[in-house]
């Protein structure tokens, strides 16, 4: 009885001159796989990365973007236009108004992002690219005994946004890989932001 090239690699049998190397009956074969694979937690181990900051003031809420008619490109518009309406119309389209990040927030942002930017190379360490936690401890000035906080130091979530928002692709790749976040206001003798980001692990309840 004869049998094929194809029966004999099933067999476990070695033929001379054949390619490759054979593969026992009911074994997987290797499987293909097709563009980047992505980080689970497990690639960091341990890895974390944390950093304080002495604030010259007390930490800040995040401001909402603030809009504004363009007066600039309004008048301009107008007198390119020379009393046609449908080209003034056409010149102004999409240039009627412009949105910008308040200077406060602005500042208070490009503080946490050059701290951040040096904890993460101080670390040596890319940014994540797993689902992480992180821990946000918001230091005002004042009695420690004092708790909680002032009414005047703005809400936790509006507080938290403004450091997360300044970690975006620095310190993680995609703000939406944070899965977990934990953040905590107290009062001392300096105004102070400690920040903590590490991979997160699946065991999360809600109890």
Known sequence: MRISVQQA???GIKVPGAKGTARKAGEPGKAKTKGKNRASVSDYGRQSVRFEIDLPADPQPKERPRTVMNTGAIV??????KGNVGRFKELLAGRMSHTYTPKNTADYEDLILTHARVAMATAKMQPFECPVKTHVHLV?????DEWPTSPGD????????AVLDALNKVV???????????RTKSCGDRPRLIVKVSPASRRMRCS
């Open 76 to 81: 301009g518009a107008f007198i390119e236009a």
């Open 172 to 182: 993680y790749v995609d703000d939406r890989l944070v899965v977990r976040s934990i």
């Open 154 to 161: 703005g809400d936790a979530d509006n507080l938290e946004k």
């Open 140 to 144: 005002f000035k004042g009695d420690p």
């Open 9 to 11: 690699k099933a067999l």
